[in-house]
């Protein structure tokens, strides 16, 4: 019900001594509204006269005012609680995306996080609300009121103090059963939950099978097949809530019978009895308003675990190994037996014993199926995932790998989607030099190929992409990332993962080109199954299932008429 | 915006018995609760005069246990009816949507595949869910508890009953309009804040490589932090607001307390039978604050669903003017012949086909290559008929494609980038493209697509499911599913829409291996962005901005087009 890793929260032990302390006070509140409740009934009850209810009804009146202020200081101090631990865990978990960046994304699934950074910290927040206060609630005012009752009638207590674990029993066998139930039709439900979307997606494809008229009859039967299960499902869900009020209600009309035959046989004067009656339902209210939101706290802890589980992900160390340097031609990655896998609870291992040495300004390909590990290759020497083993040398320095600020400031990375931010298309450009100037950029655009196309845009440069801006072609997209690249001249090393698998040929033959000018003085490291690329490398890669199967000079392997270099290039034209 | 409304007050009207027995169930349940509290308070008031006769106080034992078991069963009943209500509507309410979007299906891509917006429109209508729910339901059943209290007070005195009714209609009516004009507009501006940090939270997400590769770690913190705050702020100032509402609501409800209190001991203290009743009256009117406290609640979420119902209420359907219709049998189809082709979606976008003829015969195969966003998926729609032409015509021996619309599907086949499959089953799936087909059939032209061993291979064979949007298949399985389905459909013509786009070139070349031998004797427009299996056709188009740019047969091409012969090669990779 309650994560214990809730009470290690900086500042919660304070804020629990304050909430006891005042919900201890609105306990009392309660009862005095009560007492003088039930003070002023008896008074009218001996047909006394206004005057002299005068005053016990103001105090019952400011009782009641008292309690219910209590829950504004209380929702107030909570919230503020609340708020800022979400901010907190909110600004953690960003600074864990950005320290463990893409193996954790990988992991979780972008959407994942993103949600979870959104929603699940309101979904945290509401959690740490609820489940403070109405948790509070439930600990501390029942039994401050059962000792009031105890006090005035012991009958009316034993009463109350039995019902309320037969309660608490028959929700936990009822919830039991709603699990069983809703469990064994989880799979069915999910389905026709989601039917009808799923038949909005699809009714292009209905349509061009000559089917969409007559599946308006199939929308309506399974939406009504979802009603049904949904009734049966609720049937069984809804029974705890009732059990709940069932025995609150009848234990209070219980109450009462025991509590007019004890006024018929004299042992019990009017006031207790009626102020036990007032306090009855007091006495329930907090269970049945922390059952009313058990749900709501259950999305909460899940969220608040789940973001607990991410900040737990170990941070990698070690990022500022390398003093500042340039890359030159002089400079010089040595990799010897790299080893990496993305999950290590299985056998499959991603890269294998990898052995490379990349040099100067060399262009180097790499080539294979898809699934040979050529973007988790990229990615190791981008730094973006950890190899569990493997010696790394750059420039003479050992390192442990390459997630090292001064070896990620020297190389531009273009992926086969490229992300553009939701920002304008001038800061997209300058993104890694943010203080670039206007001239540098407008100087990059055509240097990229990309001037024309500006030119036809009404705010040009500033013109807004991305996911709250204009929609813009795969190969604009590319050209965007390419200016950016040649606006940072000191960075010297271009990483390409199939920049222009997306393209048509025609787009792909004018951004050639232009690819090929940036080339000059960089080393570039390019992942393709394009092949006419290969004419542009110096050097290829061919990777197989993980493994490095064969590497060369381009012209020697070209040379080659067996060998995988030679299959993986004939079965990619098609040739058998 | 409600006068014109079509998607919520016509739907009222119907189950009209069920829905009465819903709100009925509904003011029963807290009549029930007071009535509980009523003669709890009667049988205590009315023991303490200590009748020598149990029999006197039965009569109000009875009653307490009646009401006390009463009010959670109607309670119960009520949720199931209102549940059946809401989801019998959400049934015609889908089946409208889907109707109206399947009268629209050839704009599909046009009008609803930008965004979200499909999702949205079935959350909207998951959202009028909760408007009955949570807001309609609620109101009018506090709106009824209101009019029989005060006919209770007013029956004894007319004074008493006009300022319950005063202070009741604070509760149920003033202070919700107000919650909802006074939060309306904060609502929406946090909604527009959620969104932007939505935005920005995507941006640092699935932009995080660049982030880390770019250095600047403190702007990566910095970005969401402002919207963050504004967020807050807003938020705060909605709760501050909620918890004070809530506080003058409990106080309201104080003075009802003591207007009661009152009002019991003016009218009933003359005899001690009628003091008997003054617990009885003051108590029964605690259970109602349960029903009319969340009244102002509901109606803070009124903003969310006014939205919903106001997109639902702008869809308006393009109409579509067929002429009158005409058959033509599959195996009479002989030549197609486009004529004189113009088309453009309206005056402010770019005409996507010009002039354009063509004539295809029976059995030729045809690509079309060009860049992405310049119409290609536009003309194969205007091929079958899916659009309509501003000029010219596309013909099918000689009548227009548009006449021939009824039996579509007899004629034309289309595959296309993403082909959609539903979450059922393989056979399922395939099956819908000739629902007369048998088993061994459909399994016949998975076996000529090659899926056969893979399927077979399933644990559930055939009978597996492709889960959701085909997601057990990697892409080039999913379109070898699609392509079966078009097998068993054995239309004459088949239209192909880039059905190889972001398949890696091996996985290519072997789909589009299959795509040609199993469509051997059919008549095939092939929309394409490279020339991998360009060898398959007997002609090729090069298209851009609506025109053709070089045309030919591929080998006749490759022997005289110098442009054409660099474009293969490249493609091809074949180096010099």
């Not at chain 2, 399947?102 to 949205?120: H, M, P, T």
């Not at chain 2, 009933?268 to 009244?295: C, G, K, M, R």
């Amino acid at each position: 019900m309650i994560d214990k890793r809730l009470f290690k929260l900086p500042g919660i032990k304070p804020l629990f001594k304050m909430l006891a302390g005042l919900t201890v006070l609105q306990a009392f509140m309660i009862l005095f509204q009560a007492i003088f409740l039930a003070k002023v009934l008896v008074l009218s009850w001996q047909r006394k006269g206004l005057s002299q209810l005068g005053w016990l009804a103001g105090a019952f009146f400011l009782a009641f005012l008292g309690r219910h202020g209590l829950t504004w200081i209380k929702n107030r101090l909570l919230d503020r609680y609340a708020t800022k631990t979400t901010e907190d865990l909110r600004q953690k978990l960003l600074a864990q995306v950005y320290t463990t960046g893409a193996a954790m994304i990988a992991q979780k699934g972008s959407g994942n996080i993103v949600t979870n950074a959104l929603d699940g910290m309101d979904e945290v927040n509401n959690y740490f609300n609820l489940i403070l206060s109405k948790f509070m609630n439930m600990m501390i005012i029942p039994w401050i009121l059962l000792v009031y009752i105890f006090w005035q009638n012991l009958t009316s207590g034993i009463v109350l103090v039995l019902v309320f674990p037969i309660i608490i029993l028959f929700m936990i066998i009822l919830g039991y059963a709603a699990k069983d139930k809703a469990s064994s039709q989880y799979a069915e439900y999910v389905v026709l939950s989601n039917h009808f979307l799923d038949a909005l997606r699809g009714l292009t494809t209905l349509k061009m099978l000559g089917l969409s008229k007559e599946y308006t009859h199939n929308i309506y039967q399974v939406s009504e097949n979802y009603r049904k299960k949904t009734l049966s499902t609720l049937r069984i869900a809804i029974l705890s809530t009732f059990a709940l009020d069932w025995f609150t209600t009848l234990s209070i009309a219980i109450l009462a019978v025991f509590l007019g035959l004890a006024l018929m046989n004299g042992t019990l004067p009017l006031y207790p009895a009626l102020v036990t009656l007032i306090l009855a339902p007091e006495y329930f209210l907090p269970l049945r308003d922390f059952a009313s939101d058990y749900h709501a706290t259950l999305n909460g802890k899940n969220a608040f675990q789940q973001t607990l589980d991410i900040l737990t992900i170990p941070t990698v160390t070690d990022r500022t190994l390398l003093p500042a340097f340039t890359w030159n031609e002089q400079s010089r990655l040595t990799i010897q037996h790299l080893n990496f896998q993305y999950d290590n609870t299985t056998d499959q291992v991603n890269l294998k014993d990898l052995n490379l040495t990349l040099q100067g300004y060399e262009r180097v390909a790499i080539i294979g199926q898809s699934g040979a590990g050529k973007s988790t290759l990229l990615e190791a020497l981008s730094g973006f995932v950890i190899p569990q083993t493997g010696n790394i040398q750059l420039n003479g320095h050992q390192l442990p790998h390459l997630a090292q600020d001064q070896w990620q400031q020297q190389f531009t990375y273009l992926p086969q989607k490229p992300y553009l931010f939701s920002d304008t298309i001038a800061n997209n450009i300058r993104f890694y030099q943010p203080t670039a100037s206007n001239e540098e950029v407008q100087q990059a655009t055509e240097q990229a190929g990309l001037a024309k196309f500006i030119a036809t845009l009404p705010q040009g440069l500033q013109t807004r992409v991305g996911e709250a801006g204009r929609g813009i072609s795969g190969g604009q997209a590319q050209r965007i990332m390419l200016a950016r690249a040649f606006l940072v001249q000191q960075r010297h090393i271009l990483i390409f993962d199939e920049p222009t698998a997306h393209l048509d040929i025609e787009t792909e033959y004018a951004l050639k080109k232009t690819m090929m000018q940036l080339f000059k003085h960089h080393l570039v490291l390019f992942a393709t199954h394009r092949l006419h690329w290969l004419e542009q490398m110096d050097y290829v890669l061919v990777l197989d299932n993980g493994k490095i199967a064969e590497q060369g000079p381009v012209k020697q392997l070209l040379q080659k008429q067996h060998g995988p270099f030679f299959e993986l290039t004939s079965h990619m034209r098609g040739v058998n | 915006m409600w006068k014109h409304d079509t998607w919520v007050k016509p739907y009222l009207k119907q189950y009209k018995f069920l829905l009465a027995t819903v709100l009925f169930l509904g003011v029963l349940t807290t009549f029930c609760g007071g009535a509980l509290m009523f003669t709890s308070g009667y049988t205590i008031d009315k023991s303490a005069t200590r009748p020598y006769n149990i029999l006197m106080i039965y009569p109000a034992i009875l009653l307490t246990r009646a009401f006390g078991i009463g009010r959670p069963t109607f309670k119960y009943i009520e949720r199931l009816r209102s549940h059946n209500w809401v989801l019998r509507v959400t049934s015609n309410l889908r089946t409208r949507l889907y109707q109206t979007v399947e009268q629209d299906a050839a704009f599909f891509s046009e009008k609803y595949q930008s965004g979200n917006i499909l999702g949205l429109l079935s959350e909207d209508i998951d959202h009028l869910q909760n408007l009955y729910l949570r807001t309609v339901f609620p109101t009018v059943v506090g709106i009824l508890l209101v009019v029989i209290i005060t006919i209770g007070i007013g029956y004894f005195d007319w004074w008493f009953g006009l300022f319950i009714l005063l202070l009741l209609l604070i509760e149920v009516l003033w202070a919700p309009l107000l919650s909802t004009s006074i939060e309306a507009a904060r609502r929406e501006r946090q909604k527009t804040l959620k969104d932007q940090l939505y935005t920005e939270l995507t941006d640092n997400i699935l932009g995080a490589n660049d982030w880390v590769l770019s250095g600047r770690k403190a702007d990566f913190q910095k970005t969401t932090q402002t919207t963050i705050n504004q967020l807050n702020a807003s938020k705060l100032i909605s709760k501050k607001f909620g918890w004070q509402r809530d506080f003058y609501l409990q106080l309201v409800l104080g003075v009802i307390f003591l207007v009661l209190i009152v009002f019991t001991n003016l009218h009933f203290t003359s005899t001690q039978a009628q003091a008997n009743y003054v617990a009885a009256f003051v108590l029964a009117i605690a259970p109602v604050d349960e029903t009319i406290i969340p009244i102002s609640q509901g109606f803070e979420e009124y903003p969310m669903y006014r939205d919903s119902v106001k997109r639902l209420n702008q869809l308006h359907p393009t109409p579509q003017k067929l002429p009158p219709q005409q058959q033509l049998a599959p195996a009479d189809f002989q030549t197609l012949t486009i004529q004189n082709l113009q088309f453009e979606y309206d005056a402010t976008t770019p005409v996507l086909v010009r002039n354009f003829n063509q004539t295809i015969q029976r059995g030729e195969k045809l690509a079309l290559i060009g860049p992405s966003g310049s119409g290609k998926t536009t003309l194969l729609q205007l091929i079958n008929g899916d659009l309509a032409p501003q000029k010219g015509a596309v013909l099918v021996n000689q009548i227009n494609v548009r006449a021939l619309q009824n039996n579509r599907q007899q004629l034309f086949a289309f595959l296309n980038q993403q082909p959609f499959l539903f979450n059922t089953s393989i056979l399922n799936n395939v099956r819908l493209g000739n629902e007369n087909k048998s088993d061994q059939q459909v399994r016949d032209a998975i076996a000529a697509v090659k899926m056969q061993d893979l399927v077979e291979s399933l644990p559930q064979g055939y009978d597996t499911s492709v889960q959701e949007a085909g997601a057990r298949f990697s892409g080039g399985e999913q379109q070898r599913l699609s392509l079966a389905r078009i097998l068993l459909q054995d239309a004459p013509i088949v239209l192909l829409d880039e059905p190889t786009v972001g398949l890696d070139p091996i996985t290519e070349h072997d789909l589009l291996q299959t795509i040609f031998t199993v469509l051997q004797d059919k008549t095939i427009i092939w929309v394409t962005h490279h020339l991998q299996g360009i060898n398959h056709v007997d002609q090729v188009i090069f298209w851009n901005q609506g025109q053709i740019e070089m045309a030919g047969n591929p080998q006749h091409l490759y022997q005289t087009n110098a442009h054409f012969q660099e474009l293969y090669r490249m493609d091809q990779g074949i180096i010099h």
